[in-house]
Nanobody, 118 residues
């Protein structure tokens, strides 16, 4: 069984920064990618960022491009999300996920709350 645990969420004022971390544990596995998603109250879960391990290429939602940075350690199945210049609309529960093979995310964390006040 694979478990993902996020940490680093909290409350911050607009313009501030937070760094989220996600560590995978459980059975040994290799993954294709890891990513971050978020879900605001009353909204669908949406993609935020992902990193493809084989190429270390990163992808971002337009809403966070230039403000958020995803990074990580493939060998440790750990991923981070550095969030700068936070806005109230970034308020959401943030989830990390791991994609064992391309095409789907197979395991999800329990989420960590990020609240940005104006």
């Amino acid at each position: 069984q694979v478990q993902l645990v996020e940490s680093g969420g909290g409350s911050v004022q607009a313009g501030g920064s937070l760094r989220l971390s996600c560590a995978a544990s459980g059975r040994t596995f290799s993954s294709y990618a890891m990513g971050w998603f978020r879900q605001a109250p009353g909204k669908e879960r949406e993609f935020v960022a992902r990193i493809i391990w084989s190429t270390t290429r990163t992808y971002y939602a337009d809403s966070v491009k230039g403000r958020f940075t995803i990074s990580g350690d493939n060998a440790r199945n750990t991923v981070y999300l550095q969030m700068n210049s936070l806005k109230p609309e970034d308020t959401a529960v943030y989830y990390c996920a791991v994609s064992i093979n391309a095409g789907q995310y197979d395991h999800w964390g329990q989420g960590t709350q990020v609240t940005v006040s104006s």
